[in-house]
T-cell receptor, first 108, second 114 residues
Framework: QKEVEQNSGPLSVPEGAIASLNCTYS??????FFWYRQYSGKSPELIMS????GDKEDGRFTAQLNKASQYVSLLIRDSQPSDSATYLC????????FGAGTTVTVRA | DTAVSQTPKYLVTQMGNDKSIKCEQN?????MYWYKQDSKKFLKIMFS???????INETVPNRFSPKSPDKAHLNLHINSLELGDSAVYFC?????????????FGPGTRLTVT
């Protein structure tokens, strides 16, 4: 299985702050990258996809991809208590390879 | 109007039994998957079917046998259940069998083997 590494958590941020999540992957030829959010006891929910180098913004979420460094990140701006969940980085090479996840807790 | 559904949601059984999990998607997708999420929350691919054809078979014991009667359904049959099979099993689907397409997950089936 191709390796996907995420920064170890848990990550605790105050409400309104920026949560920064990092992910590195081992296969240089990987092309498609996804961030999933998983609430406790629920299924993974797709929140962002990114395929090209640079930034991609969707609401309060920004994904960043640097293929040369084999690095993808997710920023959550203006963090809300409802953002408290585990965030899974995934690389898609015909099958999704997931990182172990980073648990984020937003303190009210 | 559930997109990807699984039954049952919970399954408690004893070692040595045989059980099945069913998955259905109404998204019109061509590709379906089974994933296993263990107690440490690590999510790993098991199988993938594209238009009823098996295309990915990870190193999964032969006791696990997927079956796709049509492209909207993917079932998972498990023989001779073992304690280590306890996990949450997720079904997912994708429009096409290409890396650029997102995968959408069902609600999961929590299997507990006692």
């Amino acid at each position: 299985q191709k390796e996907v590494e995420q920064n170890s958590g848990p990550l605790s941020v105050p409400e309104g702050a920026i949560a920064s999540l990092n992910c590195t992957y081992s296969d240089r030829v990987s092309q498609s990258f996804f961030w999933y959010r998983q609430y406790s006891g629920k299924s993974p929910e797709l929140i962002m996809s990114i395929y090209s180098n640079g930034d991609k913004e969707d609401g309060r979420f920004t994904a960043q991809l640097n293929k040369a460094s084999q690095y993808v990140s997710l920023l959550i701006r203006d963090s809300q208590p409802s953002d408290s969940a585990t965030y899974l980085c995934a690389v898609n090479d015909y099958k999704l390879s997931f990182g172990a996840g980073t648990t984020v807790t937003v303190r009210a | 109007d559930t997109a990807v559904s699984q039954t049952p949601k919970y399954l408690v059984t004893q070692m040595g039994n045989d059980k099945s999990i069913k998955c259905e998607q109404n998204l019109g997708h061509d590709t379906m998957y089974w994933y296993k999420q263990d107690s440490k929350k690590f999510l790993k691919i098991m199988f993938s079917y594209n238009n009823k054809e098996l295309i990915i078979n990870e190193t999964v014991p032969n006791r696990f046998s997927p079956k796709s009667p049509d492209k909207a359904h993917l079932n998972l049959h498990i023989n001779s259940l073992e304690l280590g099979d306890s996990a949450v099993y997720f079904c997912a689907s994708s429009p096409r069998h290409t890396p650029s397409y997102e995968q959408y997950f069902g609600p999961g089936t929590r299997l507990t083997v006692t």
